[in-house]
């Protein structure tokens, strides 16, 4: 029953996306995107069958492409048939519009690159350390937003346990070894995490030192999320404090992808970056004991 609702899904989801293809015609999907204030990402997730699509949002993507409202019920059937309800779908309303579609996309993700300069990535923090970056976010308020993204981030680390599970590259500044956020304690014990994870098959674990100097990532964190053969591009994805950028021409993933590698290049081996890890642990370890 599961594999014929998967089916029946998957289905539907591939005729409305060939249909919604027919109809945007010469436009640009990127033309669409910007006039409906979505990312070029999303129109392709749905025209490829990637995702489903909300009646809200097809009313609105058919009302550009100018069908008539009573022209409309066998794509909105299609629609219906199509959506499938996500396991992120109960965190939905405590995070910005667009992170459900990064949360797609990185549970497809067969690759994961990513440098940040200021915290550990959501996919090896802790509990404790995740609710303290949350805590700051400028758009929390409620307890209860901060407990449901913190739920949702826990989520997420499920892909690292899939079959098989995707690769993970990560480059940390040094900085983030010594920034104490939650505290010195919690940052010691994701740090012992950090140590784990750096011997997990397929994870790749980099510190930049400070003795790097200036470096191509300088001026924002980023990843770049790559993808099966013959199934999508690969996207660009950053963070600021208003929500996700999306990044998808060729062109600009390149001088991403150039940019880690430099990272890379100038970083510690993952030998050293292991041993910078766990001397550092070990130094809040002994902080605590005196």
């Known amino acids: 029953m599961v594999f014929l609702v998967a089916r029946a899904t998957s289905t539907a989801r591939r005729e409305l996306g060939n249909e919604l293809r027919r109809l945007r015609g010469d436009r640009r999907a990127a033309d669409v995107a910007s006039a409906l204030g979505w990312s070029e990402s999303k129109l392709s997730r749905i025209e490829t069958a990637h995702t489903g699509i909300t009646e809200s949002d097809l009313d609105r993507l058919l009302t550009s492409y100018g069908v008539r409202v009573e022209d409309r019920d066998r794509l909105r059937e299609l629609a219906r048939h199509g959506r499938a309800r996500a396991w992120w779908t109960p965190y939905r309303s405590s995070v910005p519009d667009p992170y459900d579609e990064y949360v797609a996309l990185e549970a497809e993700a067969v690759l994961i690159s990513e440098w940040e300069p200021q915290v550990v990535p959501g996919l090896l923090q802790t509990d404790e350390y995740a609710r303290a970056v949350i805590e700051v976010g400028a758009d929390v308020g409620a307890a209860e937003t901060i407990q449901r993204r913190l ?116 970083s510690m081996s993952a030998e050293m970056s292991r041993t910078a890890i766990a001397e550092r642990e070990e130094a809040l370890r002994l902080l605590a004991a005196s």
Request: glycine content about 10%; charged content about 25%; overall charge neutral.
């Open 151 to 266: 739920a949702l981030r826990m989520a997420r680390q499920a892909v690292l346990t899939r079959d098989p599970p995707p690769v993970l590259r990560i480059v940390l500044d040094e900085a983030v070894l010594h920034r104490e956020v939650g505290g010195p304690q919690v940052l010691r014990r994701q740090l012992a995490r950090l140590v784990e994870a750096s011997g997990r098959p397929g994870v790749e674990l980099l510190v930049l030192p400070f003795s790097a100097g200036a470096h191509a990532g300088m001026t924002e964190p980023f990843m770049v999320l790559e993808f099966g053969p013959g199934t999508r591009a690969p996207v660009v994805h950053s963070e600021g404090l208003t929500g996700g950028l999306f990044r998808v021409k060729p062109a600009d993933v390149d001088v991403y992808r150039d940019a880690l590698s430099d990272l890379r290049e100038r």
